[in-house]
């Protein structure tokens, strides 16, 4: 969308803003990839969820955020103040129903986490990552079957519940088996989509 309100731009390893920041606005991702974490009590962290071109932070509560948004990549986003973007939202029905439609896509993402964390093994948890960051890349213009990883492995393992040590030997398994290929620049060539995908829905 067309950035008719402030355009924020910042640097790889920047926040966009912190948890238990006032929430005063609306971002809409035009360019970059950006983290969601939350600190738990003890000091670890936990990955929510990574957005991506046409993602949207800061729909949901109207006080403080309740997570951290830092930028994986160098970031551009139009930032909205809350009222301007409700405003927005009643001169333009069909953003509106857009966005009704990504709540319930991340609904469904949120399931689908709980049953990855609750109920996958670290190989089917790394699969189904794999394949629904492809998915969505594959949406924004990118090849099919491939996925280019913005996040470090450490992230995906702050993402999926498991170690760094985990994430880096379920990779060389599912590369040893075939079913992955790793390319420079942190891409991914999903070698065999289907048994990929499967392995992700504890099928194989």
């Not at 996958?120 to 189904?128: D, I, N, P, Q, V």
């Given at each position: ?7 924020i731009?910042i640097?790889a390893?920047?926040?966009l803003?912190h948890?238990?920041?006032p929430n005063?606005?609306v971002y809409n991702?035009?360019?970059?990839a ?6 738990l009590?003890d000091?670890?962290?936990q ?7 046409g993602?949207f932070l800061g729909l949901?509560?109207r006080?403080?955020a ?13 930032r909205?103040k809350r009222?301007?973007f ?14 009704v ?5 991340e609904?469904?993402a949120a399931?689908e986490?709980?049953?990855?964390l609750?109920r ?9 990552f794999?394949v629904r ?11 099919e079957h491939q996925v280019h990883l ?6 995906i393992a702050?993402?999926l519940?498991?170690?760094?040590e985990?994430v880096?030997r379920?990779?060389t398994q599912?590369k ?5 290929r790793?390319?420079p620049?942190?891409?991914i060539a ?6 990929l995908k499967?392995?992700g829905?504890?099928e194989?």
């Open positions: 969308m067309a950035c008719n309100s402030d355009a731009n640097d390893g920047q926040a803003f948890e238990g920041d005063p606005y991702v035009v360019e970059g950006v983290k969601l974490y939350r600190l009590p000091g670890r962290r990955i929510t969820g990574f957005l991506f071109q993602d949901g509560g006080g403080v309740n997570f951290t948004a830092e930028a994986l990549t160098p970031l551009q986003t139009c909205f009222n301007n409700d405003q927005l939202l009643n001169a333009l029905p069909a953003l509106e129903h857009r966005l439609a990504l709540a319930g896509d609904l469904m399931q986490q709980i049953v990855l609750g996958k093994t670290a190989k089917e948890r790394l699969a189904s794999l960051l492809s998915e969505r890349q594959r949406q924004l213009g990118g090849p913005p996040m470090t492995r450490l992230d702050d993402y519940g498991l170690t760094i985990t880096s379920v990779m599912l040893t088996s075939g079913l992955i790793l390319l620049g942190n891409d999903l070698v065999n989509a289907e048994a499967a392995l829905n504890g194989a």
